[in-house]
């Protein structure tokens, strides 16, 4: 590979450099929302309820599973952000080495669990009767692309971490464009279903990535590699694994909690199931912002870390609060005083409409508060702190939010936006947790 400039974010400016390197990372970030969405909104619009709960409920799914690989990726992402803020490219090479290597093994044995218990995975969440098969048969069409699934965000951690954050994007666009026209063939034509739009997402997801491979072989790297890199290295994987698996662990269980909502949510019928499946694609958008910010935070404070500018990197997590909050502020306006409008876009069943809406108005909480908590774990992660992030996700999710919903859900008359409260609440008490973290990581570097 031919050699270019290292992107650097250790001098000059911080707040302009790192909202140009977020930008891409919140379009990416949209388009992979969108073709997720694509996929509800089609069925929601050609096909019935049960089919809008199955896709709701499988892609929850696969959601927590690809939450997984975004969380090994992540410790690709700070390795190769601080050997370049360390100026050792080399070493950020064979990080990549190493890191394929480990996801080959890891796609291998993920696509063949996922296939083989799909179904009693689909009975785990309480699919309801009506959208059962729909579900299975999603979750295993969807499984049998996880090559691609894992393809997309090794890529995507492979160029943050180099300050390149708009490959990611050019990768994300084909996939969402391909996605589109095999929803509007398959299920808009064809009337497939849940069936048509997985089949969809999967060929979307391989023509992605083999046109990104492609476009990734003509452009120049900030170090030489070569499939000779591709290798195991006993020390090299194990340090990507002591970053990422905290960080995926945190992930998946953190997922695992809003799987058990959602299958609390579906014991009480296929209504409140696709309801609440539209608002979560919903919050999917309203969310991009902060999770933009997380992204970028991770690797501008990686190579800022890794160059030892500490007040440099502080600044930067404030700058990104900043930033964030402005945008969350305006979130939390449209999510809570016009989530009909919101909803109708994904769906035709007045039921199911104002259940979204419902359950869409705790979350408009909650974008008040995750400008605070995506920008500290962006934070924490660039710092190589991933063993705090993943226990402060794990006390969020089992020791409040889920707690709280399943509580809430014993009340009589229990609504969906009461049982929804349970994210905002377990926000605060993550923030708290991060507040006090951060005053502990300041003090011992001073």
């Known amino acids: 590979m031919m050699k270019k400039q290292v992107t650097t974010f250790t001098e000059g400016p911080i707040l302009m450099p790192l909202i140009r390197f977020a930008l891409p990372v919140l379009a990416a970030l949209f388009l992979q929302t969108m073709y997720g969405a694509v996929d509800l909104l089609v069925v929601g619009q050609y096909s019935n309820a049960g089919e809008v709960s199955a896709v709701s409920t499988g892609s929850q799914l696969m959601n927590s599973l690809t939450v997984v690989v975004t969380g090994l990726s992540m410790g690709i992402t700070i390795m190769i952000g601080q050997y370049i803020g360390q100026k050792r490219p080399e070493k950020a090479a064979q990080t990549i080495g190493n890191g394929i290597s480990l996801f080959l093994v890891v796609t291998v044995m993920m696509t063949i669990g996922i296939i083989a218990l799909a179904g009693p995975l689909a009975a785990l969440l309480q699919a309801p009767e009506e959208a059962f098969d729909s579900t299975v048969a999603y979750i295993r069409i969807c499984a049998s692309g996880f090559l691609f699934i894992v393809g ?88 990507i694994l002591g970053l990422g698996t905290p960080v995926a662990l945190q992930d998946l269980l953190v997922s695992i909690s809003f799987l058990v909502i959602m299958a609390i949510v579906n014991a009480m019928g296929v209504i409140a199931s696709a309801g609440v499946g539209v608002a979560e694609k919903l919050c999917g958008f309203i969310m991009l912002v902060p999770s933009a910010f997380m992204q970028s935070m991770s690797a501008f404070v990686a190579q800022n870390v890794g160059a030892g500018k500490w007040d440099r990197a502080r600044k930067t997590l404030w700058y990104g609060v900043g930033a964030s909050a402005a945008v969350g502020v305006m979130m939390f306006y449209v999510s809570f005083f016009h989530g009909d409008l919101l909803s109708g876009l994904f769906a035709k069943d007045a039921q199911v409409i104002a259940a979204s809406v419902d359950y869409l108005r705790s979350y408009a909480i909650d974008t008040l508060l995750t400008s605070f908590l995506f920008c500290f774990i962006g934070y924490f992660n660039g710092c190589g702190k991933t063993f705090f992030v993943m226990i402060q996700g794990l006390v969020g999710a089992f020791l409040v939010r889920i707690p709280v919903a399943f509580l809430i859900s014993r009340i009589s008359g229990a609504t969906l936006f009461m049982i929804g409260l349970a994210t905002p609440s377990s926000t605060i008490v993550q923030i708290v947790l991060c507040m006090v973290y951060y005053v502990i990581v300041n003090r011992k570097n001073k």
């Open 152 to 239: 997309y965000n090794l890529l995507g951690s492979i160029f943050r971490g180099i300050g390149d954050s708009k490959m990611p994007l050019i990768t994300v666009a084909i996939a969402c464009v391909v996605n589109i026209f095999g929803d509007l063939l398959l299920v808009a034509v064809f009337k497939m279903g849940a069936a048509g739009a997985a089949i969809a997402t999967v060929a979307a997801q391989a023509i992605s990535v083999v046109l990104s491979l492609i476009i990734i072989a003509k452009r120049p790297l900030p170090f030489t590699f070569s499939l000779k890199a591709i290798r195991f290295e006993g020390k090299m994987i194990k340090k």
